[in-house]
């Protein structure tokens, strides 16, 4: 029961209900403790609420709310990783997105993001995109929505997966608020450089990095050295960059995994980032 989401009715002793019976009332939240005595529900605003067991009158667990991040258009939070990028080169298709910028190994700033309508027809926007790549020495890539139109048309077309055996990347999302809840307070980091809307953040042995566009904040490269994992490292990092981001006016958190990253997926998990959407990288098929 620990960890799960509950709802919780329970007397209110010495009040009288609505009905002339004793007066109850409902606590929603998720369960934090469980005891000999009594449960602790954590409710949706942060506060902890004690329920002595011998005044529950029911109890069951309830499923999670759905996010209201998960309505979020999938482009946005793309798009919101635009200034992750320095020398960030861009141009519209219709919809899509070309973005180049050679001095950055990331295909995130070096492919085009397809998500959307191209406002061509689907050779002529396919022609554009491998022209566009081509012309800056790049590969023609496309960053796609598993699931979408423009990915059931790019792979119609031929395109294939960008590497052999690549599983696709999930982003995901949360609040920042419920997020810092969970996570050790801010560390005092051994180095912070803040440029604009970008900051890294480092301890010994961890480190990350972080941009902020609006109310959304990206984290990217949270890293541990080997010999510095499983001591909180890498959550210490989130935390310092999560505080950050909320002094910038961010209210909304993602990232981004691979679907294959169990470990990872398991800690963002309790963390309480949830998946909005998968994407792959494709390329045209091979002359």
């Given amino acids: ?19 002339g019976g004793p007066a109850m ?3 929603l939240g998720i369960c934090e403790e469980w005891t000999d005595d009594d449960l602790v529900v954590r409710t949706e605003d942060g506060a902890l609420r004690r329920v002595p067991h011998d005044l529950v009158v029911t109890g069951k667990p309830v499923p999670p709310r759905s996010s209201v991040l998960l309505r979020v258009p999938a482009a946005r939070l793309h798009r919101a990783g635009l200034v992750m990028w320095t020398g960030l080169e861009t141009e519209p298709l219709g919809d899509w997105l070309l973005r180049s910028a050679p001095h950055e190994a990331a295909r995130r700033a070096n492919s085009t993001l397809a998500f959307g309508d191209p406002d061509l027809p689907a050779e002529e926007a396919h022609a554009a995109v491998v022209a566009f790549h081509t ?52 560390p005092e980091p051994s180095e912070v450089v803040e ?19 609006g109310d959304w904040l990206g984290l990217y490269g949270i890293e541990t050295d080997p010999d510095h994992r499983r001591r909180g490292l890498a959550l210490q ?20 995994v691979h679907a294959t990253n169990t470990p990872a997926l398991a800690l963002y ?19």
């Fill in 1 to 19: 029961m620990v960890g799960a989401r509950i709802v919780v009715r329970h007397l209110l002793p010495g009040r009288t209900g609505p009905s």
């Fill in 25 to 27: 009332s409902d606590v």
């Fill in 135 to 186: 012309a800056r020495g790049g590969v023609p890539v496309v960053a796609v929505e598993v699931g979408s139109a423009a990915h059931a048309g790019v792979e119609a077309a031929g395109w294939v997966r960008h590497r052999d055996g690549e599983d696709d990347t999930l982003v995901q999302v949360a609040s920042i608020a419920m997020l810092r809840r969970g996570l050790p307070p801010e």
């Fill in 195 to 213: 440029d604009g809307p970008r900051v890294a953040l480092a301890v010994p042995g961890a480190r990350g990095r972080a941009a902020s566009d």
């Fill in 237 to 256: 990092v989130v935390s310092g960059l999560l505080a950050r981001g909320a002094e910038r006016g961010a209210r909304s958190a993602y990232l981004q």
């Fill in 269 to 287: 998990e309790r963390l309480g980032f949830v998946t909005h959407h998968a994407y792959r990288y494709l390329v045209p098929p091979t002359p």
